[in-house]
């Protein structure tokens, strides 16, 4: 989905990490490509889905999003402004509007901190000094977040896991930002809290207008989640789309195949099952990815094409607007009649 005036404008987004070595000169001799050439929109109160599997990029994407990492290439545009090299003293204004929730309850609050220094702590920082002071305004984000006020001079141990992240959701909300990046907030939880924490943000993010990109690899969680989702592969975008449009209608082989590992109860007998595809083989290296489409070593449509073309991330026939897709021979929208195994070919330098 395409707006003259997104929120967040990602384009050719990069990060290659050196690879030093040799003796005694340490001279970089490779790169991680962690992420390479990403390009995607968020527009105001929009919940974006970044998914895939682990070590495609997705928690490096939302650290050069929020700055935290420096952008090898590409843009990053947040309501106009460039801010993909932006000083420390440029970003000051920006930072208070992008916030992020990490993906570990237990690592991401101070120990020694009170959860009353832990939520007032980036008010002091911008210095900020909401009506009634600062202690009112984090006993108003606990009970927001469903702990109780009287929490405020606790320390994080006395905090289970499902509270340390609503600790942490506080602190991201405490300078009322436009725009949150969710590092799979869920994934070190309980299952059984899981929902609580997922359904708690959708609740923020409806009530108070803000724009998230969710980063998780559980497509459940997603689909309840987020408006629009983004699949990635090694590094890439390799389809976009609204949610039911992307889970009804997978068009890259890729996203066909992890929709179909996803568990599905089903009331009625007499329904057909849904065949599993099976993916070959792990995912090549990011130092040496395979030329052309990355998805070809393991994918049972690759031809000569897939390995000496890249393929470009646009609207394929049939596709409805908005729906991009990066393949060669995209899937059509009929049921996946049986079980398919991709070839297990060695990654091409």
């Not at 991680?32 to 998914?51: K, R």
């Not at 020694?112 to 108003?140: F, L």
């Not at 849904?274 to 994918?299: H, K, Q």
Request: charged share 25%.
């Amino acid at each position: 989905m395409s707006n003259t005036n997104p929120l967040l404008d990602v384009s050719g987004l990069t990060k290659h990490f050196p690879i030093k070595g040799g003796f005694p000169i340490r001279r970089t001799v490779g790169a991680v490509q962690a992420v390479d050439g990403l390009d995607f929109q968020v527009n105001e109160g929009e919940s974006l889905g970044l998914v895939g599997e682990s070590g495609c990029g997705k928690s490096t994407t939302g650290r050069l999003i929020t700055r935290l990492l420096e952008p090898t290439a590409g843009t990053v545009r947040y309501r106009g402004q460039d801010i993909t090299h932006a000083s420390r003293r440029e970003l000051a204004p920006v930072r208070s509007e992008i916030q992020m929730i990490f993906q570990d309850p237990y690592a991401s609050l101070n120990p020694r901190q009170t959860v009353g220094k832990i939520i007032s702590g980036p008010m002091e920082i911008n210095d900020i000094n909401p009506a009634g002071g600062r202690e009112k305004r984090v006993r108003e984000l606990l009970e927001i977040v469903g702990l109780n006020p009287e929490h405020y001079n606790r320390f994080p141990h006395e905090f289970s896991g499902g509270q340390r992240q609503r600790i942490g959701v506080a602190r991201a909300l405490a300078l009322e930002p436009k725009l949150i990046v969710a590092d799979e907030p869920v994934s070190a939880l309980d299952v059984s809290i899981q929902a609580q924490v997922v359904n708690l943000l959708q609740k923020v993010q409806q009530e108070l207008g803000i724009a998230f990109v969710f980063i998780a690899h559980d497509l459940a969680i997603v689909r309840h989640f987020s408006q629009r989702v983004a699949v990635m592969y090694l590094g890439r975008i390799v389809e976009i789309a609204d949610r039911e449009d992307l889970y009804g209608n997978p068009r890259h082989p890729y996203t066909r195949a992890l929709l179909s590992a996803v568990p599905e109860a089903t009331v009625d007998e007499d329904a057909p099952a849904r065949e599993r595809i099976r993916l070959v083989g792990d995912v090549p290296s990011p130092i040496n990815p395979p030329t052309g489409c990355r998805f070809r070593t393991r994918c049972w449509k690759a031809t000569e094409k897939c390995a000496t073309e890249a393929p470009p991330l646009v609207q394929a026939e049939g596709n409805k607007p908005g729906h991009l897709t990066a393949c060669h021979y995209p899937e059509t929208a009929d049921p996946i009649p049986a079980p398919r195994l991709a070839k297990n070919t060695e990654a091409a330098a």
